[in-house]
């Protein structure tokens, strides 16, 4: 049974420079995962599971990437005639003089649709990311939300400490009260980080937006921005201040996969199966066009490793996510990578640490990355090849070398 007392706004409009060459083409969340899926399944699957059937995706950069692939919400039970899915577009401020009129950050995206919210007046408000990967029951947080009477809900995980500056961190008391939030602090204090989730109540979250208008209006910001940023900058501080914020703690896995060492390390925890996508008590659910069984060929050998669906397997596949329909020739060596759907490694080509984009054509014989020292492996040092791009027969992409999508004049 649906929800309709809330409202999850699910942010997808970045455009997810992190990734380099691969968002050239596509949101962000629109990036394959797992071989048979994208970033994006993930928040809508949890959503569905979570009984939450009224669900607005905001997207702007490479729009189409995403609507191709939500397919109208069918997958999750989201094209219904009252509540489902809801495309929500660029919106522009009054006084936005900027060409495209994109938010420049979740927080000043949520002051954009503002009034939308407020004409909407759910009972609670779900803020969450798209590109990260994780299974969640998101009526638990709303539990905790309401047991506390809180304005706002932080959902939160832990990572390695290094890894902690990279987010927000969060400290809280031992009754769930959060009495610090440090965005993306040069020294970590802590592991415990926001995932990404809140919960809002919404009446407050609209009157939080306009003071804090009103604040960075001060500060002249005369060029279009609203100067509210991402959601660590200015909105979470401001209610944590109030002191009616409160954390829920997130059980399992979690990763945010939108730079290219942690989107290569989530491929890594799916292959020795830290991620499980097989669950039956929580399926992620996708779009997927309808292709026949993949081919493993006796000349193949195929070691810890998955192969998706219309793949064709001649040669030696190592640690590595196989797309949709990719072809690995006869003598050709693939470890460590992720290839993308209906990509071709020619035979006696070697493909190592190297993340290979949609119809890629490595050529005969050409070496594809390395093997990197370090580990973990950092952005640099793994080998990214854009959409449609051609390898010449032979040739040497060097560790951590971009090429750019064919036919594409970068942004």
């Known amino acids: 049974m649906g929800r309709s007392d809330v409202v999850a706004i699910v942010q997808a409009g970045g455009k997810g420079s992190r990734m380099d060459v691969l968002t050239d083409c596509r949101a962000k969340p629109a990036l394959p995962f797992g071989g048979n899926y994208q970033l994006i399944d993930f928040p809508l699957s949890s959503l569905h599971r979570s009984g939450i059937d009224e ?3 905001c997207v702007q950069y490479e729009a189409h990437s995403l609507l191709e692939q939500v397919a109208g919400g069918r997958p999750w039970d989201l094209d219904r005639t009252s509540g489902g899915l809801r495309f929500v577009l660029p919106q522009e401020t009054s006084d936005d ?3 495209d009129g994109f938010a420049t950050g979740n927080a000043d995206l949520l002051y954009r649709i503002r009034g939308q919210i407020a004409d909407r007046a759910p009972e609670v408000v779900i803020v969450m990311s798209a590109d990260h990967v994780y299974s969640f029951d998101l009526e638990d947080a709303l539990g905790t939300h309401r047991d506390a009477g809180a304005e706002c ?4 995980t832990t990572c ?3 890894e902690a500056s990279s987010h927000a961190t969060v400290t809280a008391n031992k009754k769930g009260k959060v009495t610090g939030f440090a ?3 040069e020294q970590a204090t802590t592991n415990v980080i926001a995932a990404e989730i809140f919960v809002y109540d919404p009446q407050v979250l609209v009157a939080a937006l306009e003071e804090l208008i009103g604040d960075t209006n001060d500060n002249n910001n005369d060029d279009g921005d609203t100067g509210l940023g991402d959601f660590g900058e200015h909105l979470v501080p401001w209610f944590v201040d109030r002191g009616k914020t409160v954390a829920h703690r997130m059980p399992g896995y979690w990763i945010d996969a939108g730079r290219p060492e942690t989107y290569m390390q989530a491929h890594r925890d799916l292959i020795d199966g830290t991620i499980d996508l097989a669950d039956s008590r929580w399926p992620i659910l996708t779009r997927q066009p309808q292709r026949s069984a993949a081919r493993i060929a006796a000349s ?3 070691v810890d490793s998955m192969i998706s669906s219309g ?3 001649l040669g030696d596949v190592r640690r590595s996510v196989i797309g949709p329909g990719a072809v690995v020739e006869r003598g050709a060596t693939v470890s460590d990578s992720i290839v993308f ?8 080509a070697s493909v190592d640490w190297s993340i290979v984009d949609e119809r890629v054509v490595v050529g005969a014989g050409a070496t594809v990355g390395g093997r990197p020292r370090a580990r973990p492996v950092p952005s640099e040092k793994i080998t990214i090849i854009g959409m449609n791009a051609s390898v010449a027969k032979g040739s040497r992409v060097a560790l951590g070398d971009r090429i750019p999508p064919a036919g594409r004049v970068r942004r």
């Open 55 to 57: 669900v607005w995706l």
């Open 341 to 348: 759907a209906d990509s071709v490694i020619r035979a006696n």
């Open 153 to 156: 809900t932080v959902v939160t």
């Open 300 to 302: 193949a050998t195929v």
């Open 160 to 162: 390695p400490r290094d």
């Open 311 to 313: 793949a064709h397997i």
């Open 183 to 185: 965005y993306k602090p």
């Open 97 to 99: 003089d900027t060409e």
